[in-house]
């Protein structure tokens, strides 16, 4: 019915002969290499099993770094040079005028919580935890460029965001480019520093990392 080719790691190649269906039609027939015993196998969609798209199969993690031995994390904005003092930001608030601080400093606690540093001001404990999933778990829009020999055409170069987690080990970094569009959808261009390939997330992602964390 079907005839399927693998190639293992070791270099061996292994043929699947799928068959027809058994009498029940729960699953099928099928031999391994031509040869006994038969086998018996889940009827499943098969084809689109084996028909995935190398992206389908990739890690689609934005930062493939694991938080648990990180005691701080940085995000730097570009905010054209300028620092804002504590008292700036306050006074801004005051006056109802939007404000951002071009780092954010967030350091682990002895309990394992996550307290802002920087900048000096009350946040909500939530917006914290909020922002930590986010780089656990934000996943890639799609893969951009393998290696690219040049970042500066993503914006990457100088990018409008970094985030910078230090570890025992040392830093892990990731970085997001300029916006792009494609018909009414809008992302961005991102990288990190664990793989060499230039991806894109969706604009939701890069809210969540640009967003406010003050209360």
């Known amino acids: 019915d079907r005839s399927y080719r693998f190639k293992l790691k070791d270099g061996k190649t292994v043929a699947l002969d799928i068959g027809g269906e058994n009498p029940g039609a729960y699953a099928r027939y099928a031999r391994r290499d031509n040869a006994a015993p038969l086998l018996l196998i889940d009827n499943i969609d098969d084809k689109s099993l084996i028909e995935k798209t190398l992206f389908d199969l990739r890690d689609k993690r934005i930062f493939p770094v694991s938080l648990d031995q990180s005691k701080r994390i940085e995000l730097h904005y570009d905010l054209s040079g300028q620092s804002v003092s504590a008292e700036e930001l306050a006074k801004a608030k005051q006056l109802g005028i939007p404000t951002k601080a071009s780092r ?18 009350r946040t909500d404990p939530g917006n914290s935890q909020y922002l930590l999933t986010t780089i656990s778990g934000g996943a890639m829009r799609s893969l951009e ?60 992602v890069y809210d969540q990392l640009n967003q406010d964390i003050e209360s």
Do not use: C, M
């Not at 954010?104 to 001001?121: C, F, M, R």
């Not at 080990?169 to 494609?182: A, P």
């Open 104 to 121: 954010i400093v967030l350091t682990k606690q002895a309990s394992g919580n996550w307290d802002l540093d920087e900048p000096h001001v």
């Open 145 to 204: 460029e393998e290696k690219p020999s040049s970042l500066a055409k993503y914006g990457l170069d100088r990018p409008q965001i970094r985030l910078d987690v230090i570890t025992p080990s040392g830093t892990q970094s990731l970085l997001v480019g300029k916006k792009d569009k494609k018909g009414e959808e809008e992302f961005f261009y991102a990288k990190n520093t664990v793989w060499p390939h230039v991806f894109t997330i969706l604009r939701t």
